[in-house]
């Protein structure tokens, strides 16, 4: 995962979900609603 062009976070997709990372919080705002990107 990277923020302002620095690595700040790496790992799976599913590593990255179970813990609390930027990543995470990012994929929930997206996904809360069950909007899927498209």
């Given at each position: 995962m990277m923020k302002n062009?620095?690595?700040i976070e790496?790992?799976?997709h599913e590593e990255l979900l179970a813990?609390?990372?930027f990543y995470a919080?990012?994929?929930n705002i997206?996904?809360?609603n069950g909007a899927a990107a498209g």
């Open positions: 062009g620095t690595i790496k790992g799976t813990g609390d990372t919080d990012l994929y997206q996904f809360a």
